[in-house]
């Protein structure tokens, strides 16, 4: 219950928001623990929360033109809040030990969103017995705005591909809500999606390399454990591994590609000065010269050795500590 994660009741929103907060990151670190989650642990989250925020801070002196400092101010806590939340839980299918983890689609954000407002919910009406300050809440749009903000991030595979790169098409992934201007309701979402898959243009091609390491050993696990075996594996068995790794190189390299090809077509709901800010200011690595990179860094050719490949995925044992 929510009476056992505070000292002290919180006097003001802001000491609301860190509630809420700390309860985010515990919740975080839990399933951490408990699902052996190498990408998606509390440093995707505080990295999210940064970019996140980065971006508002370059655009909010556009937005100050359409809104109070008041509502400006409340929105910043909402975007901290739901970048810190938006992969809290994780759900997967079920899958035998020595094969790749699968999501169910959709699953892991709808729940995390139902949890967090849960949780909120559960908060605000405990608080609510002890005559709060009305402005500490949350109102009935805020909360629809986190879970708006949440469910932004829902990223799926396109069957068709991006046809500006056709010869990476089939490796094709992207977030929906930033293709569908009718069905947003505020601009947090828009900002956590940008920030969600803005590895590469925002941190550039080492931070986005690293990420995907991490994320082709969170959804095979059993990876540290087949490389440390390998003098006992037969050709059959490499050449199994070898292809599983060449697939996941060739998938970094790919989305690399794919992030500058839909950057326009996923910042075109906002208005040209906004657009122009995010251009210049902020997906700055978002350019030619970063995808070459990536692609001169990652084994991704069909002749990469097996040994190359594992040297790539291992070449930072911290990685494997969770």
């Known amino acids: 219950m929510a009476q056992k994660h505070w000292e002290q009741q919180p006097a003001s929103f802001v000491e609301m928001v860190e509630l ?3 309860y985010i990151c515990r919740e ?19 990295q999210v929360k940064r970019r996140a925020g980065c971006i508002f801070q370059a655009i909010k002196p556009i937005l100050a033109q359409s809104y109070s400092a008041q509502e ?4 910043a806590n909402l975007i901290d809040i739901c ?19 699968k999501r169910i689609s959709q699953a892991s954000e709808t729940e995390t969103a139902n949890k967090l407002l849960r949780y909120i919910k559960n908060l605000e009406l405990i608080l609510a017995t002890n005559k709060l300050n009305r402005s500490f809440l949350f109102s009935d749009r805020e909360q629809q705005i986190i879970k708006d903000a949440i469910l932004a991030t829902i990223c799926i595979q396109d069957p068709q591909g991006n046809r500006a790169n056709n010869v990476f098409s089939n490796h094709s992934i992207y977030q929906p809500y930033l293709y569908n201007p009718h069905d947003k309701i505020s601009i947090v979402g828009s ?9 590469l243009g925002i941190d550039g091609v080492e931070a986005y390399i690293q990420d995907g390491i991490l994320i082709f050993l969170e959804d095979n696990p059993y990876f540290q454990q087949q490389v440390s075996n390998c003098d006992h ?4 068995q490499q050449e199994d591994i ?3 790794l060449l697939n996941m190189s060739r998938f970094i390299v790919a989305l690399a590609y794919e992030r500058q090809a839909r950057f326009e077509q996923e910042i075109a709901g906002f208005v040209s000065q906004i657009r122009s800010i995010l251009r210049h200011q902020v997906f700055i690595h978002l350019n030619h010269e970063s995808i070459a990179q990536v692609a ?3 084994p991704n050719q069909p002749e990469a050795s097996y040994s190359e490949l594992v040297s790539f995925f291992c070449s930072n044992q911290d990685l494997f500590n969770i």
């Open 28 to 46: 975080i670190i839990r399933e951490t623990e408990a699902k052996q989650l190498y990408y998606h642990n509390i440093n995707h989250a505080l």
């Open 83 to 101: 970048a810190l939340a938006h992969d809290m839980v994780q759900i997967f299918e079920p899958t035998p030990v020595n094969q790749p983890r």
């Open 191 to 199: 900002i956590i999606a940008l920030a969600d898959l803005g590895t």
């Open 20 to 22: 809420i907060k700390n």
């Open 233 to 236: 594996f037969n050709f059959a």
């Open 242 to 244: 070898k292809t599983k």
């Open 72 to 75: 400006l101010w409340r929105i």
């Open 296 to 298: 001169a860094l990652v």
